[in-house]
């Protein structure tokens, strides 16, 4: 049904003195109270229609009144719903209703009616509206204090917005979101050009150490395809969950790159080929040198000669109509790196750098995947876990400075929440869309914005 709200705005001006300045400065000022009346309007319009349906059952049929007047039968110890939709209007109650909504605090008078068939009281407003009998919030409210604790701290959050809530109702909403069951959807291999994982420490309750542990697909197009997140959960774990949302059985030729993590050394080592970071590599070599006893500068010349050896660009286009010679450039190179990473593996063990031998004898198996996948399918793969890196940078930024004290379902939940916001925005906006329920049964528009 159709109707019209008629706002009437008064403003006077200082002729030839006001700015556009100040003029947009009032009105937003305006905008939340005046988003709050038109709000209301709304409601008390909406709940005249409904009890009017419920009421002038002789006018209104029963398709009229579908959905319309659902309440608990009076005095029904199991609880269930009445069947009867005639009710007689009995005013309203005493207290107006307090909701937080994201223009601010709405006080509303709340309507009751009378069932005719069961007697029972209720308010068929709020029933129609999806209010539960406690409720004191609306889910616009949740989404907008969820998207700012994704960006600041709760204090930041409630100083610098003038929210109403307090840190403990910001926090509850955090835990109490079910983001944790949400994007367990399958992901198709056939987009995805690598797999990466790795963890970082994170400061737990009472003091506790955790450890906060992410898995992402890189797409073909570079992009972040976020496949979980996870606090204190065993590497194992993890890799079984991952699977499941990978469900083609058959291995991919695919790349799995990590950083050297302990327990990463076979995860998903059935289903993608192991690769370690490029840039990590040489950096760990440079510990595994310092470690034999050798200083920075008599370690350099070696870290500098492993960077040169796996730095092996690959041509860039189609690697089916690619020159042959082209490809044989790459293969040759590959090979030559691979045997004098061997001959270096051999002098160190020869000048007694024991750690720094079996570092990179573990580290060559590892480092010249991307080659070797493209050598054989023609698809170029990530070699590093920059892009991993920087995930965790944009979690780390944000969740290092607000998770002191937390458990591991806030943690888990608002590190998946700043993941999926900031790299999968097409999914969170539908997301809330669902959450919210917007299913385009309200639609409202501007008619006319005139001067009188």
């Known amino acids: 049904m159709e109707q019209e709200i008629h706002i009437t705005l008064r403003f006077n001006l200082a002729i030839g003195k006001v700015g556009l300045n100040e003029i947009i400065y009032r009105l937003k000022e305006l905008r939340d109270s005046l988003m709050l009346r038109i709000l209301e309007q709304i409601l008390i319009g909406y709940d005249d229609l409904i009890s009017e349906r419920l009421s002038q059952t002789k006018i209104y049929p029963s398709k009229a009144r579908k959905g319309l007047g659902r309440h608990l039968r009076k ?159 065993t590497w194992p774990e993890i890799e079984r969950i991952v699977k499941e949302r990978i469900k083609e059985a058959e291995p991919y030729n695919i790349p799995f790159i990590y950083d050297g993590e302990p327990g990463l050394d076979d995860f998903l080592a059935d289903v993608a080929e192991g690769q370690r970071c490029t840039w990590h590599g040489p950096r760990g070599l440079y510990h595994a040198l310092w470690e034999d006893g050798l200083k920075k500068k008599d370690s350099q010349p070696e870290t500098d000669k492993i960077k040169q050896l796996i730095g092996i660009e690959l041509p860039e286009g189609d690697f089916e109509i690619l020159k042959e010679e082209d490809k044989h450039q790459v293969k040759v190179k590959y090979e030559s790196s691979k045997s004098e990473i061997k001959e270096l593996i051999k002098t160190f063990y020869e000048k007694g750098y024991t750690r720094g031998a079996s570092y990179l004898g573990k580290l060559s198996d590892r480092l010249f995947t991307n080659i070797e996948l493209w050598l054989k399918t023609g698809v170029i793969a990530p070699k590093t876990i920059s892009l991993l890196e920087r995930v965790f940078r944009e979690i780390g930024r944000r969740l290092k400075r607000i998770a002191w004290g937390w458990s591991d379902k806030a943690v888990t939940n608002i590190s998946k929440m700043i993941m999926i916001r900031q790299y999968s925005r097409d999914k969170w906006e539908e997301y809330w869309k669902e959450k919210l329920g917007i299913k385009g049964y309200f639609n409202i528009q501007i008619e006319a914005v005139e001067l009188s």
């Open 75 to 233: 005095g029904d110890p199991e609880g269930r719903f009445c069947r009867g939709r005639k009710a007689r209007r009995k005013g309203y109650r005493k207290y107006t209703r307090k909701i937080s909504t994201v223009f601010g605090a709405l006080k509303l008078r709340i309507r009751t009616v009378e069932c005719f068939k069961c007697g029972a009281r209720y308010s068929p407003l709020l029933s129609a509206l999806q209010i539960g009998q406690y409720s004191r919030k609306e889910m616009n409210f949740e989404h907008e204090i969820v998207e700012a604790v994704i960006d600041t701290n709760y204090r930041r959050l409630i100083d610098g917005r003038s929210i109403d809530i307090s840190l403990g109702g910001i926090h509850n909403i955090v835990v109490g979101s079910d983001i944790d069951k949400t994007f367990q959807e399958p992901v198709s291999v056939d987009d995805l050009s690598g797999i990466a994982a790795d963890g970082t420490g994170v400061n737990e309750h009472r003091g506790r150490k955790g450890e906060l542990r992410n898995v992402i697909g890189i797409t073909k197009a570079g992009r972040v395809e976020p496949l979980g997140c996870f606090t204190n959960t």
